[in-house]
């Protein structure tokens, strides 16, 4: 099975694969009458497009054997086949269609088709060209971008579902996976939803609702308030009443959406006003449950599987502490530091709060764990597979995909608590398209240069896009999820820090390096976590790096080596002595004698003066000291050697930027834009929408006076808001946008009329 760790999984000989193409030309209901037909390979198919609707058919006519391989658009070329699916002649659906996106879409129907079933994609405007209409055998256009206009509309996903006569849909996560309605309508419509009953997910959905549940079920619940009365002074008296500090939560939704902290009773109205108008946005909700916050906790959770003949089991726990904006970062399974009693009480905890709701499918049961005691307390149930899944796969050696499928199907779970042991253990990193060191700004464009870590028995890649694809504005900006496994925690972390390191993107701003640092904390290391842990490791984790004499010397030599030459390694240039290449240790002619080289790495600037001794041979002056370099290029790997340590880097030149991979990591570097005039500087006078977005709100009018920091515009971009502040006091003079408007990267929304000169003496 790809999904699994090598202790896991068997190894067998490469099986011919025959198959024949059922090419259809199709057309959706909507599509113009005089529509193009375009066709190409796919690399596992043909893709056929007409108007809005893809289709691309693979009749498998013998099935493929069991091959160990990664999860992602990296092995879209293999096939394998589940060990359970091999040894049955009729897989538990003959169709499936998978309402979802992006790497959890091109999960799900990797697995569906290694089951012998075939699958349908569905896709919104902007995802035409996305890795998971390419995975799938069909795949159909259900909207515009916006996703209440496409992935959000049960009705047009029901449509595709009864044309294409699937017999199950999978959600995924997000969208409509925690969607009780739409689970009604599937199951009304005779087809089987994956995942639990509606009434589960109402059960668990509403906060306030399972709180009580779970009390009653005897799963230990954080005092608070639960209540259904909403209004403020209700809110206030219940707030003194429970003490501070609270953690104030949206009783819908999820994401860390509509969560605030009110440390003591003043800030209590602020964060509520602010808690509601999220939850109100994200959800069409406003209703809110507070309960005590505890300082320093853990989030601990569970994974639980239940079927529908009253089994239920729990696959161990999964620690997901460390986060930003509430939002998970870096996951590990099994929990550290945990007792065999202590993971026995969570685990059985857990099951009790499924079968309290009638739970069916793959679930997790979130806990807050008092660091302190270790004592814990249920936070929420998630009724859906969850993003971090994949290490639960890697240490229990199951495919939960294919348990969800089969428990939808009516099957019994296929093992016993009794059978589930813990093997090794496992990180996942969530690589996101953000910028760590502006507040995780989030970012968005194409992935000009991307280059994963090298799948192997130990890492494991899963991802819905690949080089030359586009970060959508309109979606969450998560790139991919990097799993390694280990025999032990110790092992697993050093995997993990090297694959981060091999993890090479350009073209947008990541957190590959932000995650790195995490895992070489000594707190990291020592498994010293909490939901606090970014904030208690600011310093380390959040300061801009400085660079040593050597780095800068390094990146002077990767640009000097990598714009004077060609960066495609043909070592054809060599075969002819007489060729004026033959002389240059780096292949590269008209390389000046001496250069200056300047780029800023963050906000500091650097500059190196490099000047040519011989073949290969450099001296480069920084600040007054001298160090002498060697360096040579073959594609786009620079050798550099500077004192007596040599490194290898990979090095990547994007317009005015150069990537430098080493083994210490990343460092990009910007260099000077050309000067055609002014000082390439915006002043004071205008607010700027730092990435792709839609105004939310605008805070202020024409005409209106404003101070230096005042909240202006509310901009929201990739599930994120952010507050546009006053780059100073003044009077604003025009509001360039409207509300529902979509702006670019450093457009110009507000402007402030001119400060007036001081008149001089």
Request: include cysteine; charge should be negative; proline fraction near 6%.
């Amino acid at each position: 099975n790809p999904f699994l760790p090598p202790s896991s999984a068997y190894f067998a000989k490469k099986s011919m694969i025959v198959a024949f193409f059922e090419i259809s030309e199709k057309k959706t209901r909507d599509s113009p009458p005089n529509s193009a037909v375009r066709g190409g390979t796919t690399g596992a198919g043909i893709m056929w497009r007409s108007g809005g609707f893809a289709v691309r058919r693979v009749v498998p006519l013998m099935r493929a054997q069991p091959m160990l391989g990664v999860v992602g658009p990296r092995i879209a070329q293999a096939q394998w086949a589940s060990t359970a699916a091999a040894a049955d002649d009729h897989p538990p659906f003959r169709k499936i269609l998978v309402a979802n996106r992006g790497e959890i879409a091109v999960r799900v129907l990797q697995t569906a088709k290694a089951m012998g079933i075939q699958t349908v994609a569905v896709y919104s405007e902007a995802d035409q060209n996305s890795q998971h209409v390419k995975a799938a055998d069909e795949a159909y256009c259900i909207g515009p971008a916006d996703s209440t206009q496409s992935y959000l509309r049960m009705d047009r996903i029901m449509d595709v579902a009864d044309r294409t006569n699937a017999n199950a849909v999978h959600p995924g996560y997000g969208f409509l996976s925690e969607n009780p309605h739409f689970a009604s309508m599937l199951e009304e419509s005779g087809v089987e939803f994956i995942g639990p009953p509606a009434s589960a997910i109402t059960s668990m959905g509403e906060k306030s609702e399972s709180k009580r549940i779970m009390e009653n079920a005897n799963v230990p619940c954080v005092p608070g308030y639960h209540d259904d009365v909403q209004d403020d002074a209700t809110l206030r008296a219940a707030a003194d009443k429970a003490g501070f500090p609270l953690m104030l939560k949206a009783v819908v939704g999820g994401g860390g959406k509509g969560m605030r902290i009110a440390m003591t009773a003043d800030e209590f109205d602020d964060a509520l006003d602010s808690a509601r108008a999220e939850s109100r946005n994200a959800f069409g909700d406003d209703r809110m449950l507070f309960e005590r916050y505890i300082p320093r906790s853990r989030h601990v959770e569970v994974q639980v599987f239940a079927d529908k003949h009253g089994n239920a089991v729990y696959l161990f726990e999964r620690d997901c502490s460390v986060q930003r904006r509430h939002q998970k970062i870096i996951e590990e399974a099994p929990a550290p530091g945990l007792s065999d009693e202590l993971r026995r009480e969570l685990g059985e905890a857990a099951v009790r709060a499924a079968k309290a709701v009638g739970y069916v499918g793959a679930g997790t049961v979130e806990f807050i764990m008092d660091t302190t005691d270790n004592k814990f307390y249920f936070m929420e149930m998630n009724t859906r597979l969850q993003v971090e899944h994949p290490v639960t796969e890697m240490i229990t050696g199951q495919d939960l995909v294919e348990w969800q499928i089969r428990v939808a199907a009516g099957e019994p779970l296929p093992l016993t608590q009794e059978d589930l042991a813990i093997n090794g253990h496992s990180f996942e990193a969530r690589i996101y398209a953000e910028d760590p060191l502006e507040g995780f700004r989030p970012g968005s464009g194409p992935l000009l240069y991307m280059n994963p870590p090298t799948a192997s028995p130990h890492v494991r890649v899963d991802s819905g896009v690949k080089q030359g694809d586009a970060v959508s504005v309109y979606y969450d900006p998560m790139i991919a999820k990097l799993v390694v496994w280990g025999e032990n925690r110790h092992i697993a972390l050093n995997r993990m820090t090297a694959a981060l390191k091999d993890f090479h993107i350009a073209g947008l701003s990541t957190n590959i390096s932000f995650v790195g640092d995490i895992t070489t904390t000594p707190a990291f290391q020592t498994a010293d976590v909490s939901t606090a842990f970014i904030e208690e490791n600011e310093a380390t984790l959040l300061t801009p790096k400085s660079l040593t004499n050597d780095d800068v010397a390094r990146v002077a030599l990767a640009v000097i080596l990598g714009q004077s030459g060609d960066l495609r390694g043909d070592q054809s240039r060599d075969a002819d002595p007489t060729s004026p290449w033959s002389g240059l240790t780096s292949g590269y002619l008209n390389m000046p004698a001496r250069r200056v080289v300047q780029f800023a790495v963050g906000d500091a600037e650097h500059e190196a003066t490099v000047r040519v001794v011989d073949s290969g041979t450099f001296e480069v002056d920084i600040n007054g000291t001298t160090v002498l370099a060697t360096g040579s290029i073959n594609g786009n790997k620079v050798t550099c050697r500077v004192g007596d340590r040599t490194r290898v880097d990979t090095v990547v030149l994007i317009k005015d930027e150069v990537h430098v991979f080493g083994p210490d990591g990343e460092i990009h570097a910007q260099l000077p834009t050309p000067d055609f005039g002014g000082d390439g500087t915006l002043s004071s006078d205008f607010v700027i929408a730092p990435m792709d977005g839609s105004i939310k709100e605008i805070l202020v009018d024409a005409g209106e006076s404003v101070e230096e920091g005042q909240e202006v515009m509310t901009l929201f971009a990739m599930k994120v808001e952010s507050k546009l502040r006053a780059p100073r006091s003044g009077v604003i003079a025009a509001v360039n946008a409207s509300v529902g408007d979509q702006v670019s990267l450093n457009s110009i929304v507000i402007s402030l009329e001119p400060e007036e000169e001081e008149p001089e003496d």
